[in-house]
């Protein structure tokens, strides 16, 4: 859980200053929201993903209720980007670069906690 409050941490400095950059840079406002959406989708991801391996190591058994929320997750941020790409409201590379800064957090978030153990 605590690399998880780093990786939100980290998030919450790196994502706005990219938005700003990002939004001086383009002129803009799809881009920007576009980071905005995939940095959320990626900290939603994991930490729904955290919470059901903790859940699993935690002694609870597999059931179809972990499968399908899972499922459901998926198929929700799916429809919910492709409404957002599909309306023009958000650039398809801002939520790219989003996602892949929340990613490489992500990872260097992980090495740092492979080393130190």
Do not use: C, H
């Not at 002694?59 to 198929?75: D, E, H, K």
């Not at 429809?79 to 790219?96: C, P, R």
Request: hydrophobic fraction near 55%.
């Amino acid at each position: 859980m605590e690399i998880l409050k780093r990786v939100l941490t980290n998030s919450a400095i790196i994502l706005p200053l990219l938005m700003v950059f990002s939004g001086i840079l383009t002129k803009d406002y799809r881009f920007p929201l576009g980071v905005f959406i995939g940095g959320l989708t990626g900290i939603f991801n994991l930490r729904a993903i955290v919470r059901n391996v903790q859940s699993i190591t935690g002694g609870q058994r597999i059931t179809a209720r972990y499968i399908l929320l899972s499922i459901f997750r998926l198929i929700g941020i799916f429809a919910l980007l492709f409404l957002l790409i599909w309306k023009d409201l958000v650039d398809l590379f801002g939520i790219l670069t989003g996602f892949t800064v929340v990613f490489i957090i992500i990872i260097k978030e992980g090495l740092k906690e492979a080393r130190s153990i």
